[in-house]
Nanobody, 119 residues
Framework: QVQLVESGGGLVQPGGSLRLSCVAS????????MDWYRQAPGNKRELVAT???????NYADSVKGRFTISRDNAKNTMYLQMNSLKPEDTAVYSC?????????????WGQGTQVTVSS
């Protein structure tokens, strides 16, 4: 069984920072692309940032210059450093990853972590 678990969400004031983590566990052979998504109430799910296994990254225009995605392949962990947070960043943040386990490659999702930006 493979699991993705996010952590690090919470309540923060505008202008503040949070660091999200996404840890993959289980019988893992390889982890390929990993992504962060977010979804606010009433909105579609939005791709926030992506990272490949070699460290190539991409960001949504709305978070460029404020958010940084990174990963520690030795720990099967991905991070999202979020700085200069705005109320419009409020959402449930979820990670996903393409993971190979027992010879089969599949897409896995975490359960999400709530980020609330409010004064």
């Amino acid at each position: 069984q493979v699991q993705l678990v996010e952590s690090g969400g919470g309540l923060v004031q505008p202008g503040g920072s949070l660091r999200l983590s996404c840890v993959a566990s289980g019988s893992i052979s390889s982890i390929y692309g990993m992504d962060w998504y977010r979804q606010a109430p009433g909105n579609k799910r939005e791709l926030v940032a992506t990272t490949t296994s070699s460290g190539i990254t991409n960001y949504a225009d709305s978070v460029k210059g404020r958010f940084t995605i990174s990963r520690d392949n030795a720990k099967n962990t991905m991070y999202l450093q979020m700085n200069s947070l705005k109320p419009e960043d409020t959402a449930v943040y979820s990670c996903n990853a393409v993971i190979e386990t027992q010879g089969i490659r599949g897409l896995y999702w975490g359960q999400g972590t709530q980020v609330t930006v409010s004064s």
